[in-house]
């Protein structure tokens, strides 16, 4: 089951008293999608498990009302699309060419065919837990377009 490609959709409303920063998702255990609070506003972006950047700011969404946003990992490169949030490229789509940004392993089980974690609200570190509502997750085994 290497390097399946996943969908994550769901709706995300940070709270407006949220920390700086925290995680909304962790796709095994190596690279977060993370939101950093801007004012009203926090911005989107991909982080690696230990916080180092991957991504500069992907989209801003608006704390304390829902936008839509849908995480697609598929060979090597992570895409992200929002609704009624603003991307770099205002088309609401960023492409991310993980592959060349981190060395990481991010296929669903290890060489021994363990399964390896999915996880929403946060990666393990307790202190960069996301902060307001998840609503309607979904999680697909191929990627959306």
């Not at 982080?47 to 090597?76: F, K, M, Q, R, W």
């Not at 990666?123 to 990627?143: L, P, Q």
Request: hydrophobic residues 35%; charged residues 20%.
């Amino acid at each position: 089951m290497k390097d399946v490609p996943v969908s994550i959709q769901m709706w995300l409303s940070p709270d407006l008293g949220a920390s700086d920063v925290c995680d909304v998702i962790s796709v095994s255990d190596q690279v977060n999608l993370t939101l950093s609070k801007a004012s009203e506003q926090f911005n989107l972006s991909l982080t690696a498990a230990d916080g180092t950047p991957i991504s500069g700011t992907l989209a801003t969404i608006n704390g304390g009302s829902y936008t839509h946003v849908t995480l697609v990992y598929n060979n090597g490169k992570f895409t992200l699309y929002t609704t009624d949030g603003k991307t770099l490229d205002d088309n609401n789509v960023v492409v991310v060419n993980v592959s060349e940004a981190v060395e990481a392993d991010l296929s669903w089980s290890d060489d021994s065919g363990n399964a390896r974690a999915l996880k929403i609200g946060g990666s393990g570190d307790e202190t960069r837990s996301f902060r307001g509502n998840v609503d309607d997750i979904r999680v697909w085994t191929k990627a959306l377009t």
